[in-house]
């Protein structure tokens, strides 16, 4: 299977714990994206990085959220003293360098603070 | 924020009937894309349209952009039940060269066999 992988698919966590999810791109893809998805609304843009610079970022994005992309393939996004409003999905998506911005999703993250 | 409004909320239909979801956003755009979302699952893309385009089709999907409304709807003429599924509409912006898609809230549509 050549498409985006997301690991884990499910995560149950306590308040106040650290968390972090990891995001395989499509190989050839050089863009890679997190958003947040809650319930019943559409997903919403947390960062993107090109390669490995991350070059764009939401003011979702407080500072217990960091992402991380080191060799421009994988990508990591921890979550610190997780909240109970972090509960959500984490979507990845990826997209090749080109005119299109047609984004390829993962399966996402379903992460749930008690 | 996000971007764009669908409408209906939600959607329920017979096999075989047609579908219309449509999608209002409010800023100027380069593109206009419309993706599905199976319960519980990540996005799968469905079709793009430019803003210089006024229409587009992809088998049983058809698309229409008025940019001077900004608006756009999405038609999936001889439904199926394998069709069920939540379908988001998302923006690129023209400002600022930014990466990211902006998208609404989705309609779920149902497809009743």
């Known amino acids: 299977d050549t498409g985006v992988s997301q690991n884990p698919r499910h995560k149950i966590t306590k308040r106040g714990q650290n968390v972090t999810f990891r995001c395989d791109p499509i190989?050839?893809?050089?863009?890679l994206y997190w958003y947040r998805q809650t319930l019943g609304q559409g997903p919403e843009f947390l960062t993107y990085f090109q390669n490995e610079a991350q070059l764009e970022k939401s003011r979702l994005l407080s500072d217990r959220f960091s992402a991380e992309r080191p060799k421009g393939s994988f990508s990591t996004l921890e979550i610190q003293r997780t909240e109970q409003g972090d509960s959500a999905m984490y979507l990845c998506?990826?997209?090749?360098?080109?005119?299109?911005?047609?984004?390829?999703f993962g399966p996402g993250t379903r992460l749930t603070v008690t | 924020s996000q971007q764009g409004e669908e409408d209906p909320q939600a959607l329920s239909i017979q096999e075989g009937e047609n579908a219309t979801m449509n999608c209002s956003y409010k800023t100027s755009i380069n593109n206009l894309q419309w993706y599905r979302q199976n319960s519980g699952r990540g996005l799968v893309h469905l079709i793009l349209?430019?803003?210089?385009?006024r229409e587009k089709h992809s088998g049983r999907l058809r698309v229409t952009l008025d940019t001077s409304k900004k608006s756009s709807s999405l038609l999936i003429t001889a439904s199926r039940a394998a069709d069920t599924a939540s379908y988001f509409c998302a923006t690129d912006l023209t400002q600022g060269g930014s990466e990211k898609l902006v998208f609404g809230k989705g309609t779920k549509l149902t497809v009743n066999p």
């Open positions: 998506a990826s997209s090749p360098i080109g005119p299109k911005i047609v984004q390829y």
């Open positions: 190989s050839e893809h050089n863009r």
């Open positions: 349209i430019r803003s210089n385009e």
